[in-house]
Each structure stands twice: as structure tokens, then as C-alpha cells.
């Protein structure tokens, strides 16, 4: 092909590009955005544009658009068809638009066939190399494969985001305009006020992460605490971190599944934070019942993790479940909360921290961009890619409402006796 012809090919597929773009946006309200074609001409008229979609090769909307759903467009974009710039988070409500109005593209006589016009995608090879899991859903084995997947990654990249603490979990702002830092320090002391730790009480930490609420519990509270993760890397450098902190002899990590847990002393106290939505929904009765035969009667287990809203159906398959937290499963709250009950628990407090997660999600969003060539090399550009997108998204899913954060307070009565104060007044006044 010859250059003229060449140029008339390009100018041909930039037309047809946005035609489709102009039909499948016709109704959408909302004109913040810009789109960049890859010949470097734009759609859209904003000038200043909140985000803009850079569509990397002349089949990216064949490729976004002719089987959409969340994890085609998910893929779409971390295999670099196309790329956000700007607010990444913005863009999300114009992927829920285009999700809603591409599906049926090709039944729609208009815009099926301006589908059909555009070229095949021009995908590249990409770095990624997914796991195929072993074993039954939710075994032993395939929970450690799916948490090795997911929190395996080197400890250096998750820092270059998280705060000085290493706490990957929602954090407690006091204003939305407080620093991460603060607000998870906040957190930490928040959940030991809410479980009303004691000098001496022994503490269990399922899925204890790199080992910050511990660390917090132990030098703050002077608990004797026990964190256990399924994550072997995780656990060597929550060790170190017990280490440099100095409470070493009253805290300790273990490499532990939560039903293997066989302690030969019951604990005073329980806490589980960002753990069990990795549990499932037919495996809550027996993580609650370890829960209880762990607790001693007239202790407190504090359950902390995501719901779906009960009136959210998701269409399709998820990029999160394929791509970020394989076996995942969100529940709503109420699912949880039965299984709960069923196991002895009695409810004494329950507490959204929605509006807290979207903030915590928006700085860590902010952070891994500010740090974007240093998560490259830590890791690749796409997991860098799929992080980006991971998070973003889950900052609209906390705005919208489609995700919620709870804290439930579980107690273990004594005949009847709960043997909690009439307030709530101490969990606002932090320790002096």
C-alpha cells in the first residue's frame, strides 16, 4: 500500500472511529471528556477535560465494544488498546454509560453496523500470565494459591502507595481532607477502642496483613497479639516490621489457614480486617464458628470487610474476580450477618465506612500514579495497568454505593451477660 493510500486508510478508520463515537455518546449527558485517536485528532469539544481516552490503534473500539462487558473493557485497557489520562476515576461513569449502551450494539441496525465498519484490533502481546488455579473452590490449598496471587507481589511495590503502616484496608478520616497517614493511624486506634483493648489481653489478627493493627494493638495497648496471614512473604516482612518496632516478645506472625488455627488458650479478643471476603459464602458458618470457639465467653470479635449492596446485580463476568482477588466473594451485608448469628454471635454494633473506603481508595490511586515508573519496574506495566484500574474502580464503586465497607462488632454473651458498657463513649476518646 502505497502512502497516499495509506493516508486515505487513516483518515477513513479516524471517520468511521468517530461515527461510532458519535452514536454510541449521542444521549450521554455529560461532555467533560475528551477522545484522542491515535492519528492524534480528538473528539469532544471540552478544553478542559477532566480525563481523556487515548485510543492507542484503530481497532481499540472493535475491540472495547464487540462483546462489552467489565472484564472486556477491564482488558482492553490493560492491554494498552487504550489509555485513561487525567482522572481516571472520573472515567468510570462513562464506562458504566458505555457498558450499558454497548451491549446489543450489534443487534441495534445503527450501531452494529457502524461496528462492523471499524478494523479488526491490532492487540499486542502482553507481559501477563494468568494463574490457573488447583483444587476445589475454596480449598486449603487453592485459598493459598489466590492469596499468593494477589498480596505475593513485592512488598516494595505496595509501599511506594500504602502509608508508613502498610495497612492495605480502609482507613478513618476525620475530614476528607486529612492525609492518609493520619487516617490510618486513626483506624488502628479506632478498632482498639472498638474491641476496648487491655493492658495483657491476648489478641488474634485473622489475616493479619504486614502486621500494623498488631504492632498498634502491642505498643499502644499492651496486648500479647498473634497475627496470622496465608502469605509467606507478607509474614517476612511483618516480621521485620514487629522487629524494628520493638514488640517482638509481645507479638507474633504465623503462615496459618483460619481453620487450622488450634490455639491451646482461648483469646480475649478477635479482629479480622479485609479478610473475609476471601472466605465464601459456603464457608461463613465454619468462619464464624472458628471465630467463637477461638473467643472466650465474654469477648468481642470485630468483622471488618466489603458488601455488594443487596440491590446490586452485576452483568457478566468481573475483571476484579479474573484479574485482582481470584475466588473472591462479596456478599451483602446481610448474608453475613446471618451466618453470624447462626454461629452464637450477637450483634452489638454495626458501622459503614463507605464514604472512608472511596477516600482511602482516591489517595491510593494518586499515590501508585505519582509513583508510576517505579511500580513498572517493580512489577510491569501491566500489573501496573491493572492496579490503576483495580483501584480507580473500586473508588466509584464506594461513591455510587455499589460497594459498602462494614465493621461489625460481634460479643459472646455469658447468660446473657455481654458484659460491654451502656455507651459508646469511650470509642471516641482516644487513649490519653
Same mark, same amino acid.
Given at each position: 500500500?502505497?502512502?497516499?493510500?495509506?493516508?486515505?486508510?487513516?483518515?477513513?478508520?479516524?471517520? *468511521?472511529?468517530?461515527? !461510532?463515537?458519535?452514536?454510541?455518546?449521542?444521549?450521554?449527558?455529560?461532555?467533560?471528556?475528551?477522545?484522542? &485517536?491515535?492519528?492524534?485528532?480528538?473528539?469532544?469539544?471540552?478544553?478542559?477535560?477532566?480525563?481523556?481516552?487515548?485510543?492507542?490503534?484503530?481497532?481499540?473500539? $472493535? @475491540?472495547?465494544?464487540?462483546?462489552?462487558? +467489565?472484564?472486556?473493557?477491564?482488558?482492553?485497557?490493560?492491554?494498552?488498546?487504550?489509555?485513561?489520562?487525567?482522572?481516571?476515576?472520573?472515567?468510570?461513569?462513562?464506562?458504566?454509560?458505555?457498558?450499558?449502551?454497548? $451491549?446489543?450494539?450489534?443487534? =441495534? !441496525?445503527?450501531?452494529?453496523?457502524?461496528?462492523?465498519? &471499524?478494523?479488526?484490533? +491490532?492487540?499486542?502481546?502482553?507481559? &501477563?500470565?494468568?494463574?490457573? !488455579?488447583?483444587?476445589?473452590?475454596?480449598?486449603?490449598?487453592?485459598?493459598?494459591?489466590?492469596?499468593?496471587?494477589?498480596?505475593?507481589?513485592?512488598? +516494595?511495590?505496595?509501599?511506594?502507595?500504602?502509608?508508613?503502616?502498610? *495497612?492495605?484496608?480502609?482507613?478513618?478520616?476525620?475530614?476528607?481532607?486529612?492525609?492518609?497517614?493520619?487516617?490510618?493511624?486513626?483506624?488502628?486506634?479506632?478498632?482498639?477502642?472498638?474491641?476496648?483493648?487491655?493492658?495483657?489481653?491476648?489478641?488474634?489478627?485473622?489475616?493479619?496483613?504486614?502486621?500494623?493493627?498488631?504492632?498498634? @494493638?502491642?505498643? $499502644?495497648?499492651?496486648?500479647? %497479639?498473634?497475627?496470622?496471614?496465608?502469605?509467606?512473604?507478607?509474614?517476612?516482612? %511483618?516480621?521485620?516490621?514487629?522487629?524494628?518496632?520493638?514488640? =517482638?516478645?509481645?507479638?507474633?506472625?504465623?503462615?496459618?489457614?483460619?481453620?487450622?488455627?488450634?490455639?491451646?488458650?482461648?483469646?480475649?479478643?478477635?479482629?479480622?480486617?479485609?479478610?473475609?471476603?476471601?472466605?465464601?459464602?459456603?464457608?461463613?458458618? /465454619?468462619?464464624?464458628?472458628?471465630?467463637? =470457639?477461638? &473467643?472466650?465467653?465474654?469477648?468481642?470479635?470485630? =468483622?471488618?470487610?466489603?458488601?455488594?449492596?443487596?440491590?446490586?446485580?452485576?452483568?457478566?463476568?468481573?475483571?476484579?474476580?479474573?484479574?485482582?482477588?481470584?475466588?473472591?466473594?462479596?456478599?451483602?451485608?446481610?448474608?453475613?450477618?446471618?451466618?453470624?448469628?447462626?454461629?452464637?454471635? /450477637?450483634?452489638?454494633?454495626?458501622?459503614?465506612?463507605?464514604?472512608?473506603?472511596?477516600?482511602?481508595?482516591?489517595?491510593?490511586?494518586?499515590?501508585?500514579?505519582?509513583?508510576?515508573?517505579? @511500580?513498572?519496574?517493580?512489577?510491569?506495566?501491566?500489573?501496573?495497568?491493572?492496579? $490503576?484500574?483495580?483501584? @480507580?474502580?473500586?473508588?466509584?464503586? !464506594?461513591?455510587?454505593?455499589?460497594?459498602?465497607?462494614?465493621?461489625?462488632?460481634?460479643?459472646?454473651?455469658?447468660?446473657?451477660?455481654?458484659?460491654?458498657?451502656?455507651?459508646?463513649?469511650?470509642?471516641?476518646?482516644?487513649?490519653?
Amino acid at each position: 500500500m502505497g502512502a497516499w493510500a495509506k493516508s486515505l486508510f487513516r483518515e477513513a478508520t479516524s471517520w *468511521v472511529s468517530a461515527d !461510532f463515537l458519535d452514536a454510541i455518546l449521542a444521549n450521554y449527558p455529560r461532555r467533560d471528556f475528551q477522545v484522542r &485517536l491515535w492519528d492524534g485528532t480528538s473528539w469532544g469539544t471540552e478544553k478542559q477535560p477532566r480525563f481523556t481516552l487515548v485510543l492507542k490503534h484503530p481497532g481499540t473500539l $472493535r @475491540a472495547m465494544f464487540s462483546s462489552p462487558s +467489565e472484564l472486556t473493557l477491564g482488558e482492553a485497557y490493560i492491554y494498552d488498546d487504550f489509555d485513561i489520562e487525567g482522572d481516571i476515576e472520573a472515567a468510570f461513569d462513562l464506562a458504566g454509560y458505555l457498558l450499558a449502551h454497548g $451491549r446489543g450494539a450489534e443487534e =441495534n !441496525f445503527g450501531l452494529g453496523t457502524r461496528l462492523r465498519k &471499524l478494523p479488526q484490533s +491490532e492487540r499486542q502481546p502482553s507481559d &501477563l500470565r494468568l494463574i490457573e !488455579f488447583r483444587g476445589k473452590l475454596h480449598s486449603k490449598d487453592r485459598d493459598r494459591q489466590a492469596i499468593s496471587y494477589h498480596y505475593d507481589l513485592p512488598a +516494595e511495590f505496595y509501599a511506594l502507595w500504602l502509608d508508613q503502616h502498610m *495497612v492495605y484496608s480502609c482507613a478513618y478520616f476525620s475530614d476528607p481532607d486529612e492525609d492518609l497517614d493520619s487516617a490510618q493511624e486513626h483506624k488502628l486506634d479506632y478498632i482498639c477502642r472498638k474491641l476496648r483493648l487491655r493492658p495483657g489481653e491476648r489478641l488474634l489478627d485473622i489475616g493479619c496483613g504486614w502486621g500494623g493493627l498488631i504492632i498498634h @494493638a502491642a505498643a $499502644r495497648y499492651g496486648v500479647e %497479639a498473634v497475627g496470622i496471614t496465608l502469605s509467606v512473604p507478607q509474614a517476612e516482612v %511483618a516480621r521485620e516490621r514487629v522487629r524494628q518496632a520493638g514488640v =517482638n516478645e509481645r507479638c507474633r506472625i504465623e503462615v496459618s489457614d483460619y481453620r487450622d488455627i488450634d490455639h491451646e488458650r482461648q483469646y480475649d479478643k478477635i479482629v479480622s480486617v479485609g479478610m473475609f471476603e476471601h472466605v465464601g459464602e459456603a464457608l461463613l458458618p /465454619e468462619y464464624f464458628r472458628q471465630a467463637w =470457639n477461638l &473467643l472466650r465467653p465474654g469477648g468481642v470479635f470485630l =468483622n471488618h470487610g466489603i458488601s455488594y449492596s443487596a440491590t446490586y446485580q452485576r452483568r457478566g463476568p468481573s475483571f476484579v474476580d479474573r484479574y485482582v482477588f481470584p475466588d473472591g466473594d462479596l456478599l451483602p451485608i446481610s448474608t453475613s450477618l446471618k451466618a453470624a448469628e447462626l454461629s452464637g454471635f /450477637e450483634l452489638r454494633d454495626i458501622e459503614s465506612l463507605r464514604e472512608h473506603y472511596a477516600l482511602t481508595l482516591h489517595h491510593w490511586v494518586r499515590r501508585l500514579q505519582s509513583h508510576a515508573d517505579e @511500580a513498572r519496574q517493580i512489577t510491569s506495566d501491566t500489573t501496573y495497568r491493572i492496579w $490503576r484500574l483495580y483501584m @480507580a474502580g473500586a473508588a466509584h464503586g !464506594f461513591r455510587s454505593g455499589r460497594l459498602n465497607l462494614y465493621q461489625t462488632l460481634l460479643a459472646k454473651p455469658v447468660d446473657g451477660r455481654s458484659g460491654l458498657p451502656l455507651t459508646r463513649d469511650d470509642w471516641y476518646r482516644p487513649q490519653g
